[in-house]
């Protein structure tokens, strides 16, 4: 887990947790100056909890959320940007194999995300199409995914920001965007279950062995809801 030294105290789980995947990171670095270290500052002010780790350590991630004893009764939102988007759906991936819903995924400039587990109930693929250069690639759903899959261009929504694929990760109107999307006041942001979360949890397969309403997607430029 990334060291986050001198941060504000971690709230407990009753409102709810957010996992957050940062970019690739070099050894050693606790990403005190990191956009998503940042990210976790602004969700703990608002009362909610929130963790940041490397990408590499997904599994470790799902394995302390699984680890606690009311799991199954916390609202989980999940976040990540670069390497970290890969990450983030491995791990959501992870939590629809113990049958934990989702709330939101998002994904920002993510680096060879997998596809979107029948667990999620609201995806976020955010890139930025007027950047220098992007290493992205879009967020695709899962055969059985049948949530709300949104794409938004962050070139677009936010015109005089930083779009790039490093810069956009600590522009701070993004990151603003992202906290809005992921909680709602002191609360991780609830999303209706999809029509295939049922079937999901209760042990379907992800790759889907059934045929499954087509996820709602979504292109937008416009405001979180």
Known sequence: MVVQKGGLANPPTEKGSVYLFAGLTPAGDDMAQSGMYSLTQYIRAAGVRADVYNPAEWQRAADNFLAQPRHTETQVAVAGYSMGGNAATRFTER???AGVPVQTLLV??????TPVPCNVRRAIDMYGSDGLFTLSSRLQPGKSFTGRLETVDWSKL?????HDHLGVSKEPAALEYVKHALISGSRVRTQPPSPSEAACLAGAPSSGTEPASPPRTKHTSGSTT
């Open 108 to 113: 920002f400039e993510a680096y060879n995300p």
């Open 158 to 162: 936010h015109k005089d920001g930083r």
């Open 95 to 97: 939590l629809r194999a």
